[in-house]
């Protein structure tokens, strides 16, 4: 595999291998001086057409541990402003010479399209409410941190799944490594269609959370008011925020995560963002190992990824 | 000079029958056996039609000249088979004025294809005010539309088709007909493709079904209050077909064409993110395009329409959100329809040619029978030749053809226009 497109594309083997590689990266991470020279003389650019400061920084984090070059093609400040199209970006870029490109955009597809102008690899980092294979995989590592296996594990996704790429993508990555999960939500903020989906749905979160092992809460954004899909946040936050009375009903082993930045008193309660079993620090924390092992792997490695179904 | 097309097999609204077909000047001389002429042409193996007459194409002049222009879109028609095309009113600046519609004219003088524009029914396309409907149909035009935005105002649509109907001191009595791109917007705004499976898989917002058949819906029950002429453009969805053959029946002057890549493609062509197949109305599903098969067999659907919309390389490699919609469609068309639709060759040619010849109101010159005393307009086809769709080769400025690559049975040979072979062995003579 020469891209990171779409966690789908990985399958089980090919998320199992990664997630191995980051127990590698997270003992780097913890060295006084967290720094290897795998990636010496490798140049990755980082291309996002949308704002981002946790996935870049991340991101940016990984490759410089790694000892890449790195360079930001700042959307803003750009040529793109000028009116330059994707493709001439693109092209620009490869002819500098880098080796990866990470682009993010507002555009489902986008890093599709741009394989057919580059022969960098190309990593998506987000693309519109499509895939983000990254987050699902850090997800997938800080739960193989409290679990041993996903396998029979029921997973909750509460909240916005229609206009989620991290709801898109970890759906997948939890059933491929053998979770059930169940999406959460109303019904106005699920997909128009779950044909094909690997998931139960529901409206009712009380009765989702006893058998839950996990609670992934998604962003609720402010904007979604505006298109008629809620009448209020407060309404949502009584129907489904994770508040400190619903919390009592989740078992005693049962994560909290959010892929940030979180809401406080809309999706979740302040306290609960704070209790023990809420594991989202470890989620930032671990996106950096496991953005190592991607770049890595992609990049300086000289192993192909497995690759998986599809 | 006298012209013989020679051994061809003759469909048209008369049926099917062998013979050869004799053209003086601009008009059918002679049909029958064994005539001769100053110069033949072969048709031996071939079908011989009227030319093809095309309800729904987008020239592009004026304003984006560099996708296509009338002479380039003009070429592509003939060398498909078409001697008429009805131009779509959305150029820059739009077709609702009496000078735009004249320079059009004027500019498709000398086109390989007689060229009919439409105008537009509000000023600007923007649905706020009617365009200046008399005077344009003082000019010659018989279809009204504001193709690409259907008129969303339910109180201006119904005055625009009551108004049409007193038009005809300014046609010399020839009714009108308003052409309606049904898209409900508020239901439809920032989508690109279906709304359904692969729309929620993909995660590109979707278009539903719905925002097309609420506005056909309400066309229809103004047709019925108002006594109009409707025509409803390139229908997409199952129950948008049943609810025309429903209108049929209760006899209503409502009409429906279909395009070539309604009964070709599906949502599922989207998944590689490609924005050669995005078009509006966008591609549906399997149930639907199975539903338009099926109108167009038993005739719900009048014609099988191109909707060609060239766009230029650099807007179809937008993201697929950004990048503007429509497909090439008038090089492929009659492929596509040979390939894909299991229907009777009658049936089919009456679907490209006298059919779409009444509703654009051209049918004394387009479509009509190959007799003596007829303009000759016609179309050669040869109905088994397998072909390669390219894009580069073909004649448009533009090469978004979603067919690229795949191989297709069927194509137009010889082309003539008002007597004159425009196109000849599948080479353009002009």
Redesign the interface.
Known sequence: MRHLLSIEDLGAAGINEILDLSDTFVEVSGRSIPKVPALRGKTVAWLFYEDSTRTRLSFETAAKRLSADTMNFGVSSSSVNKGE???DTVETITAMGVDAIVVR?A????P??ITRWTDACVINAG?????HPTQALLDCYTLRQHFDSLEGRHIAIVGDIKHS?VA?SDLLAFTMLGAEVTLVAPQTLL???????PAKTSHDIDAVLPSADVVYLLRMQRERMHEALLPSLREYRAGYGLTLDRCALLADHALVMHPGPMNRGVEIDPEVADLDRSVVVEQVANGVAVRMAVLYLLLGSGVELTGGAR | MSLVIKGGTLVDATGTRRGDVRIEGDTIAAVGDGLTADRTIDAGGCVVSPGFVDLHTHLRQPGREQAETIETGGRGAALGGFTAVVAMPNTDPCMDSAAVIREVIEWARTAPCDVFPTAAITVGRRGEALSPMAELAQLGVRIFTDDGDGVQDDRLMKRALEYSVGLTPFTGGQSVTLAQHCEVSVLSEGGSMH???W????????Q?SEAEELMVMRDIALARATGARVHLQHLSTEGSVEMVRRAKAAGLAVTAEATTHHFTLTDACCA???PVFKVHPPLRGDRDVDAVKAGLADGTIDAIATDHAPHTR?SK??????APPGMLGLETALALALTELDIPLETLIGLLTWRPARIAGIDDVHGGPLVAGHQANLCVFDPELEWQVAGAAMASRSENSPYEGRTVRGRARHTVLHGEVVVHDGEAQR
């Open positions: 199209g994707l493709r955009h555009s489902p597809g986008v599709w399209q693309d519109g409410w499509h895939q790429r898109r997909p128009p269609s779950l044909e094909g989906w | 709304e359904g499976e729309s929620s898989r993909l995660g590109i917002p979707g539903p590689d993110y490609d650099d490699e937008l993201p697929f959100d950004q």
